[in-house]
């Protein structure tokens, strides 16, 4: 079952979220170690250009994940039990999510392009920069960037505890249901 059912997620679905998931959560470590080294540093730049091609990638992945989104079934909630909050709640996290993942990436993009050069993707292609800069973009973009990497995974751990609480307290699907096609 590659599609979402009225039930179930499919394997595109579910291998888009944990690529995606296992990928961000890599960068973030990344990004963390790139920002203790110096210039000097033998890993500077090598550390640099793999953040930013990956970076790209993701980016890249989540336009095809929200497609993927837009053009399928967004299956119930697995707990008919849930509370209009606990609802509402879900819909808002993932929304922050994918907001957070946009302007993330967005914000990765503008400080890799402030002094006007693209970006290469793994010396397979280049990204080029916009036409345009302002003044401490780079700074400003960077700043920004920092504090929704750090929004993100704390959305995201949000996000996988209310997934555990499902699975062991409320003892439904929600948190299988991303792990494994379930038969509709």
């Not at 209009?84 to 907001?99: F, R």
């Not at 700043?143 to 929004?151: R, V």
Request: proline share 2%; hydrophobic share 50%; aromatic share 10%.
């Amino acid at each position: 079952m590659l599609k979402n059912t009225k039930t179930a997620y499919g394997w595109v679905s579910i291998l888009l979220h944990w690529v995606m998931a296992l990928a961000l959560f890599g960068m973030f470590g990344l990004g963390l170690y790139m920002v203790e080294l110096t210039y000097y540093d033998a890993w500077y730049k090598g550390s640099l250009d793999l953040h930013k091609s990956i970076g790209i990638l993701l980016l890249g992945l989540l336009l095809i994940r929200t497609l993927w989104r837009c053009i399928n079934i967004n299956p119930n909630s697995a707990d008919e039990h849930a509370s209009k909050l606990e609802v509402s709640s879900a819909h808002l996290v993932h929304l922050g999510l994918y907001l957070l993942m946009f302007t993330l990436m967005i914000s990765g993009y503008l400080i890799s392009t402030a002094d006007g050069r693209g970006i290469s993707v793994f010396e397979a292609f280049t990204i080029p920069a916009i036409p345009f800069s302002i003044d401490n973009q780079e700074d400003i973009a960077g700043l920004i960037h920092e504090i929704l990497a750090w929004a993100l995974i704390i959305v995201a751990g949000v996000h996988a505890f209310a997934a555990i609480k499902h699975h062991f307290i409320n003892k439904n699907k929600t948190l299988v249901r991303m792990l494994k096609v379930q038969k509709s």
